[in-house]
């Protein structure tokens, strides 16, 4: 199975700052990645697709990069609602698996 | 608008077995697979298989094999997944989730949670 390790596994930051969250894979994945944001109680929701791409309906100061093993998601300026779990996902083969999370709170 | 919509919540003896639904609604049900992904309290998440509605393939984790059956059935747009012979390491929330393509999770149900104790 491909190992994803997430870090930092938690983080916390101010209004207006910039974040910064890597994945990396324990193999090569291609851009095969995918970004989730996961508020208490709620279900995952997808954000950025094929490593880069914005969901549909997604604020733009979120984004993702990354190719390979290593990849970047960003939030370029936190906004409270951004408080949340966040995962990434490969499914460049099966089993697809997720990186552990890293919870951000705000300070 | 997509949506799934799971059934409640369960409590389940070790042993037993559960079988959860999934509604979907506001998109062609035959195009998309379904995933079915768990959360242990306090855990990261977990991917258990998918389903596709088109033809009925299936992919299973394997450590779930011979425990794990997902089906759809078109008549109702639902998609189910049953676990047998359940342990208290199946405690969790259980997520249907639509596939698209080879692996994005583009909507997600509301989640069940499933609780397995004597």
């Known amino acids: 199975d491909i190992q994803m390790t997430q870090s930092p596994s938690s983080l916390s930051a101010s209004v207006g700052d910039r974040v910064t969250i890597t994945c990396q894979a324990s193999q090569d994945i291609t851009n095969s990645l995918n970004w989730y944001q996961q508020k208490p109680g709620k279900a995952p929701k997808l954000l950025i697709y094929?490593?880069?791409n914005l969901e549909t309906g997604v604020p733009s100061r979120f984004s993702g990069s990354g190719s390979g093993t290593d990849f970047t998601f960003t939030i370029s300026s936190l906004q409270p609602e951004d408080i949340a779990t966040y995962h990434c996902?490969?499914?460049?083969?099966?089993?697809?698996?997720f990186g552990q999370g890293t919870k951000l709170e705000i300070k | 608008q997509v949506q799934l919509v799971q059934s409640g919540a369960e409590v389940k003896k070790p042993g037993a077995s559960v079988k959860v639904s999934c509604k979907a609604s506001?998109?062609?049900?035959?195009?998309?697979?379904f995933s079915w992904v768990r959360q242990a309290p306090g855990q990261g998440l977990e991917w258990m298989g998918w389903?596709?509605?088109?033809?009925?393939?299936?992919d299973y984790a394997q450590k779930l094999q011979g425990r794990v059956t997902m089906t759809t059935d078109t008549s109702t747009t639902t998609a189910y997944m049953e676990l047998r012979s359940l342990k208290s390491d199946d405690t969790a929330v259980y997520y249907c989730?639509?596939?698209?393509?080879?692996?994005?999770?583009?909507?997600w149900g509301q989640g069940t949670l499933l609780t397995v104790s004597s």
């Open positions: 996902q490969q499914y460049d083969n099966l089993p697809h698996t």
């Open positions: 094929d490593a880069s």
């Open positions: 506001g998109y062609i049900f035959s195009h998309y697979r």
């Open positions: 389903i596709s509605v088109y033809n009925g393939n299936t």
């Open positions: 989730a639509r596939q698209r393509g080879s692996g994005v999770f583009d909507y």
